[in-house]
């Protein structure tokens, strides 16, 4: 081989630096066959061949407990010359087709760098008097240099090849996960609210989303539109809480040249940059009155009249409105129009508080844990038991965004693999110690107070069952006050005890 040749070893494609490499020993050794073989678990497949019969020798895969030529030189990890048509130790049904059978094979091992043996390769004399191969110790050796040099070379094109493929798998990923809303739960209550928005979306029909601030209502109208036929229309956001009272108007209905200082030229407004699709409304409560008036011409009649126009102008668009405010209440102060709700809230959906539906919790962590590592590009942590358990107990005014961005902390500043408690904020901690210090002592149906300090041996119902004993006991069985503890309603709470079965235990005669 002339140095010149050695450019090879900068190329970084497996496939090309295969095919280079076992063609340059072919050239070296002038033989007209060879192939180049990689261990699979517990096979041995061809990846590359050269010469006569290339392509019946590519992808042929041998089970390692098959005596072959290649297996030899893979656990014995050092070169050997055979003759195939005594030696035993070669897979002779590989050729059984071929009209030019093996004189003489030249096998080496291909070495990591950690002088591990990953594959082999194949040097084939296929002349009657096996007159080709270079067998002298000397050229051997040398040749044997080479072979440790290109096989390292290859090795590292492995590697290179395997981690771009990683990195484009991971920014496929990161990018679905970027552009998919991802709604997760496998709590009955959630599971209720997400078969009401399937059933919605298929629709043409207004909703309205209420719930907590950090429920994720945005997610559930980007689900909507998604699954509706409008997914290929526009899906447009506007925060009526956000912007003053003045500019929401313009913005939601556009307005004419001159109808305003600063009016310069006409401006769309948002209801007509979504004609044919859909205008999600955040913080729907927040809207003033005037507004409202406005927006109920939109529902009634599909008709807008931008500022300063004499005209109206059709649409069609449709609205996903959300609030985290008692719309009811505000309709009794005079705050919210009674027939703009109604118009509203054909379809209604409530989404449950992150606390009422605590089993998703381990969910959503995981799931924010690895998306998060995704977007930061760093090796994903892992939630700690005891550091899960302070989560499962604490009750997350924020809800889901409150979770996600406490993962977002959490992720820069644990200096360790493992999340543990002790890398919680305080106040987590402390919800969690107060739970715990609740539900300590408890079993009920045995008569008996064990210690509940490793809630992760519990199943789910368990645990639930435990927590809502010990809310009754603690409010001397006092449904409405105990509910109230937990941060659910009292007709939730009764239907959660009547599920699990929990009743007051009368005193047995003595």
Known sequence: MQPTDYALFKELDPQALQKKFLNSLLEIQNVRRGSIWIRQKKSYVCVEAAGDESENIRGVVLDSRQPSIVGWVMENQQMTVAEPRSDRRHFKEVENSF??????????????????????????????????LNLEKEYLAHLQNLVDICSIALSNAILFSTEKNKARHLKTALSRIRQEPFIIGQSREFKQSMDLVKSYAGTEFHVLVT??????????????????????????????????????ESELFGYKKGAFTGAARDKAGLFEAAHKGTVFLDEIGDMPMN??????????????????????????????????????????????????????????????????????????????????????????????????????AYAWPGNVRELENLIRYLLVTTPDDTIEAVHLPEHIRMAGAMTRENTGHLNHDRGTRDSLADLSVMTWPGLEKAYVHALLEKHNWNVTWAARASGLNRSTFASRMRKLNIQRRRPEPV
């Open 99 to 132: 009209p030019v059978k093996s004189s003489q094979i030249l096998c080496f091992p291909l070495f990591l760098h950690d002088k591990k043996v990953y594959g082999v390769v194949q040097i084939i004399d296929t002349s009657p008097g096996k007159t080709q």
């Open 211 to 248: 719930g907590e601030s950090g429920t994720g209502k945005e997610l559930v109208a980007e689900q909507i539109h998604k699954l509706s036929p409008r997914k290929k229309m526009p899906f447009l956001v506007q925060n009526c809480s956000a912007i003053p009272e003045t500019l929401l």
């Open 291 to 392: 507004v409202q008036a406005g927006l109920l011409r939109v529902l009634q009649k599909n008709e807008i009249k931008p500022l300063g126009e004499t005209r109206v102008r059709y649409i069609d668009v449709r609205i996903v409105a959300a609030t985290n405010k008692d719309i009811k209440q505000m309709i009794a102060e005079n705050r919210f129009r009674q027939d703009l709700y109604y118009r509203l809230s054909v379809l209604p959906v409530e989404l449950p508080p992150l606390r009422s539906r605590r089993e998703d919790i381990p969910i959503l962590v995981r799931h924010f844990l690895s998306k998060e590592s995704l977007t930061a590009g760093t090796p994903e942590k892992k939630m700690a038991p005891g550091a899960m358990q302070h989560l499962v």
